[in-house]
């Protein structure tokens, strides 16, 4: 039987707005009828002259594999804005506050009065809880599918629906962050419409079955917002299609292969790319017992060594460009902060017992960082520059560092070697062990305060992308806009070996810019601790974690709550780190 496509794989590798919305107009979007081939269908939603609505086509289709009573629908289904734009914010004064959301009408540049929305339809960072209804019935009338799920008023695919709003929509394409999120922000813009995640899943059809789907706002969260009965809910007839004939059965988006960095199951493929045959060895890796353990890092510092003695690259910028300076202002500089470490467990790997980890740094502004790599002219090392920026403008740069090439598995690309070092201390701050990570390939993977100031709600329209580069790039940048940080999971030899190491009380120390090489507005950030309790044997050690600030970040993985966060830059940057 052929693999059934996990949620995640679908919405990356299928393009859920090309498989569902391909052909559908604006004014299809606005009056909510089906596309040309449906048009004697009744529109099923009324237009009105402001307020929000739910609108998509009449028709849809669901896809099956040949054989199997199963089937993925994910119809053109939109929360449109046409005359006046919502702009939800939510923020959080401390880690275990409760989150407070406010509501905000936008027509053109006139923004209307902030309400707070009320608390039991807030479902922390991620949207409005139990928001959206999404519920299917076969043809003989039986629901076989019905549920309810948070509310996310922002869309992997926005859509442009009349000319009053702005060019470009404004706002992030996901709801959701960490643990350690101050602030988020998702709307619909003026003028716009954003696609809802109504995914389903339905068991018990097969090809060519008929089924009819209602998606509806939620009467409680239809009251708040205003909608009226007939416009807050959506009617469509679904058809099941046969996946092959429409995509292939070889295509690996539907053969539940890896695809676009993630597997079937939502794996990350640089972890896949770890999974050698027992016996054998990896680029980069050693032989240990049948396991294949990566090589720390620490070869870098000779290989830069003798790098050095190559001609230096020449330095960036030609004649009238942005000059170089040794004392850039703070309105250019970001502020680089440490969180504490999370999501922190216990392996046996390689014959030894390790300590897991995540560890989050992340740019609180007021300037962007951007390190831009200049490969020297013999062997794989790069110059380090950071680059500084004011008002979207660049306005000079400096010598910060040096980047390597990493070849090994799920690596392949560039690294910045000055950005960050893992330790494990005593509770008197004694070292105990280091972490085996000492380079990275930074991007921005969470969303952590969308209000600060010059914060990027849509990191990638600004043209600062992260790009880490292969083995034959001349030059390549890597940023952390104002707002986002960057999560690494450290596990396996960047994890802390616990070999010799006590039962007993320590803490984990991330500090971000280490060396102080990075240009930042302060260092009194720089530095986080987070208390672990060691206890068990080798072979079986355990870990206890307390509580920070009364959050349990043990309790689960609070990171995009939603779908659509995996889309909002490709996978590569939205999930956390796992060995880059």
Known sequence: MKKRLSSRSRLTAVGLAGVMTLGLSAAQ???????????????????????????????????AYPGESFAFLDSARYLAAAEVGYEFATTRDSYGATPVMTMTTIDGKKRGETV????????????????????????????????????????????????????????????GGNWFTRSVVFGVDQGWASNL???????????????TMTTAITRPLAAFLGISEEERKLKQKVTVRNVCKEWGCDDAAFRGEPMEGFSAEGADVGQLMQDVSPGTSAAGGIEDSGVVERTPNLYLADEIKRADNATASTEPGTKGAAPKVADPVNDTLPDLVAEPAWSIGTERQ?????????????????????????????????????????????????????????????HWHWHFLDFAQYELVTTKGELVTTSGKQSWCLVPTDPVDMLA????????????????????AKWLRESLPVGWGDTYSQYQTEAFDLTGVPNGTYKIRITVNPDGNLHEVTAENNVSLRKVVLGGKPGARTVKVPKIDGVDTESGDYMFATETALTAFGTASTSAHTHH
Not at 32 to 56: C, M, N, Q, Y
Not at 367 to 380: H, I
Not at 455 to 469: F, N, Q, V
Request: aromatic share 8%; glycine share 12%.
């Open 29 to 63: 979007l606005t009056a909510g009828t089906a596309s040309a081939e449906d048009a004697p269908a009744e529109a099923t939603t009324t237009v009105t002259d402001h307020g929000l609505r739910i609108t998509g086509p009449k028709t849809v289709d669901a896809y």
């Open 116 to 175: 707070t929305v009320p608390a039991e339809l807030v479902d922390g960072m991620n949207g409005l809880k139990d928001g959206l209804r999404v519920r299917v019935v076969n043809s003989q009338g039986k629901v076989i599918f019905d549920e309810k799920r948070t509310l996310c008023p922002a869309g992997y695919d926005p859509q442009r629906i009349a000319p009053n709003g702005p060019s470009e929509a404004s706002y992030p394409t996901f709801c």
């Open 197 to 211: 995640e109504a995914y389903a899943d339905i068991e018990g059809v097969k090809i060519g079955h008929k089924l």
């Open 350 to 410: 390689g014959g030894k017992d390790r300590l897991t980890f995540n560890a989050h740094e992340w740019n609180a502004g007021p300037a962007p960082l951007v390190v831009e790599g200049f490969r020297r002219p013999k062997g794989r090392v790069m110059d380090a520059y950071q680059f500084f920026y004011e008002e979207g403008e660049q306005v000079g740069y400096a010598k910060t560092g040096t980047m390597k090439y990493h070849a090994a598995p799920g």
């Open 453 to 472: 100031k010059n914060a990027a709600w849509r990191p990638e329209l600004i043209g600062l992308d992260s790009a880490c580069g292969g083995k034959n």
